[in-house]
């Protein structure tokens, strides 16, 4: 049980309590009004620590909207909004006979739902009920990465690749620009269309530009003329990157699954095979550096320079020598985190693409500390633990609970985006629970 004398802690479960709908909890109040994949991994693991019963109806509702062909959606359209664009209309995931019966977007998202699960079974009150949960949900976690592995690796590598920004959940991030810049938009023939995230706070300096909307747009309607058939839409789509965040948290998972079926004397044979190959891969090809792990852009063959986050994020899973650690991390301790105050930038700030401000370029967002939180912790980094913990911590202490926050100044008046989100109140909850464990 969690002891509940942090007066945040109880406005964190309030911000859940208040943007949770009927079976599911939306991101935020106004912005995102649907249900995101990779927001219900982070925001389950808050309530893997309160109230178990909804990670299982969280899942039940994501899960409902999982694709025949065992692609989990980006975004499942419970219910009708017209408050975000691209809506149902838009992406006609209909023109599909692979779709469930609820209504989806048409591309997917970071898996990070096999390390949720096993988080579950690590904090779970409730082992019977834990397990007989697990064993429904597994396999369509599997499935969801047979996904990746049968339709996004095209040269076989074991490294699933994202064939949209969105799919990366880094959307703006400055590692897509060139790649999406050489795409060639005809203005004539792109959809109309009409963005609805621009009449929010600050939004035009924040939110992505209307020339990265264009080719998020663009991308869309390609795959939504080729019903998303997935085979035809990696042979035509011009955007295909193999991003570290994305293979990383897939591998992570994986190496959760196996855990978790080992637990439930389940097989995983074929988890174990996708895991191995997958940690030679990011190795072999995207850590020619020794210092970094590259993103990868298929179409046009070359790395994309340029370091983020995400630049370290393969290190959940593959095995380093000691001088290659002290190389990654000593570049991300020098750069990255000491010099920005507080941690943890997405981009670091002598990118020449960095902004403080601005959606993914920049800004701190409270998941992606987590997840560096997990990479120092297992290589032993206690001083970047402790700051990753305490900075999260004084991040919302000092700002409340909004989407991201701006690097670049000091530890206040730096909030941005949308307040009360949905994950920045679950992080807090999960960060507060690790310092209870470290202490
Ligand atoms: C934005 C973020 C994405 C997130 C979504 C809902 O699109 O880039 O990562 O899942 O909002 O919170």
């Known amino acids: 049980?969690?002891?509940?004398?942090?007066p945040f802690l109880d406005a964190a479960k309030e911000v859940l309590r208040s943007n949770r709908l009927n079976h599911f909890t939306k991101p935020a109040p106004r912005l995102y009004p649907y249900q995101w994949n990779w927001d219900?991994?982070?925001?389950?693991?808050?309530?893997?620590?309160?109230?178990?019963?909804?990670?299982?109806?969280?899942?039940?509702?994501?899960?409902?909207?999982?694709?025949?062909?065992?692609?989990?959606?980006?975004?499942?359209?419970?219910?009708?909004?017209?408050?975000?664009?691209?809506?149902?209309?838009?992406?006609?995931?209909?023109?599909?006979?692979?779709?469930?019966?609820?209504?989806?977007?048409?591309?997917?998202?970071?898996?990070?739902?096999?390390?949720?699960?096993?988080?579950?079974?690590?904090?779970?009150?409730?082992?019977?009920?834990?397990?007989?949960?697990?064993?429904?949900?597994i396999p369509h976690i599997i499935e969801s990465?047979?996904?990746?592995?049968?339709?996004?690796?095209?040269?076989?590598?074991?490294?699933?690749?994202?064939?949209?920004?969105?799919?990366?959940?880094?959307?703006?991030?400055?590692?897509?620009?060139?790649?999406?810049?050489?795409?060639?938009?005809?203005?004539?023939?792109?959809?109309?269309?009409?963005?609805?995230?621009?009449?929010?706070?600050?939004?035009?300096?924040?939110?992505?530009?209307?020339?990265?909307?264009?080719?998020?747009?663009?991308?869309?309607?390609?795959?939504?003329?080729?019903?998303?058939?997935?085979?035809?839409?990696?042979?035509?789509?011009?955007?295909?990157?193999q991003d570290p965040l994305f293979i990383a948290l897939l591998n992570y998972s994986n190496e959760a699954l196996i855990e978790i079926c080992q637990f439930l004397n389940m097989d995983y044979s074929i988890i174990d095979e996708w895991y191995t190959a997958t940690n030679e891969a990011m190795y072999s090809k995207l850590f020619g550096s020794?210092?970094?792990?590259?993103?990868?852009?298929?179409?046009?063959?070359e790395f994309i320079e340029g370091i983020t986050s995400s630049s370290m994020m393969p290190a959940l899973t593959v095995p380093l020598s000691t001088e290659e650690t002290k190389a990654m991390f000593g570049s991300f301790e020098?750069?990255?985190?000491?010099?920005?105050?507080?941690?943890?930038?997405?981009?670091?700030?002598?990118?020449?693409?960095?902004?403080?401000?601005?959606?993914?370029?920049?800004?701190?967002?409270?998941?992606?500390?987590?997840?560096l939180y997990k990479v120092f912790n297992l290589h032993g980094k206690k001083e970047m633990t402790d700051r990753l913990i305490h900075d999260s911590i004084d991040l919302v202490r000092g700002n409340g609970f909004f989407e991201y926050f701006n690097a670049s100044k000091g530890q206040n008046d730096i909030a941005c985006g949308s307040p009360d989100f949905s994950w920045t109140a679950a992080m807090y909850i999960v960060f507060k629970n690790e310092l209870q464990g470290n202490n």
């Open 1 to 6: 049980m969690m002891i509940t004398d942090d």
């Open 40 to 137: 219900t991994g982070f925001i389950s693991m808050a309530y893997a620590l309160y109230d178990e019963s909804k990670v299982y109806e969280e899942y039940q509702s994501l899960f409902a909207g999982q694709w025949s062909n065992g692609m989990l959606p980006q975004i499942i359209f419970h219910e009708e909004s017209d408050a975000y664009f691209p809506g149902p209309d838009f992406w006609m995931t209909d023109r599909s006979k692979l779709v469930s019966d609820v209504n989806s977007s048409g591309i997917t998202m970071p898996a990070v739902h096999g390390f949720v699960m096993l988080y579950l079974l690590t904090k779970t009150t409730n082992l019977d009920n834990t397990s007989r949960f697990l064993k429904y949900i």
């Open 145 to 241: 990465h047979a996904f990746m592995y049968e339709y996004r690796d095209p040269a076989a590598e074991a490294l699933p690749c994202i064939i949209h920004p969105w799919e990366s959940g880094t959307d703006n991030s400055p590692l897509y620009d060139k790649s999406l810049s050489l795409i060639n938009i005809d203005k004539d023939t792109l959809p109309e269309y009409i963005r609805k995230d621009l009449k929010y706070r600050n939004a035009a300096s924040h939110r992505p530009d209307n020339t990265d909307y264009d080719r998020f747009v663009y991308l869309v309607d390609l795959f939504r003329t080729r019903d998303y058939n997935q085979k035809h839409i990696i042979n035509d789509c011009p955007f295909v990157i």
């Open 290 to 301: 020794r210092d970094r792990f590259a993103a990868y852009d298929f179409c046009n063959s």
């Open 334 to 371: 020098n750069d990255f985190i000491r010099k920005a105050h507080p941690s943890c930038p997405t981009t670091m700030p002598s990118h020449s693409n960095y902004e403080a401000n601005r959606y993914w370029r920049g800004p701190i967002w409270l998941n992606l500390n987590y997840l």
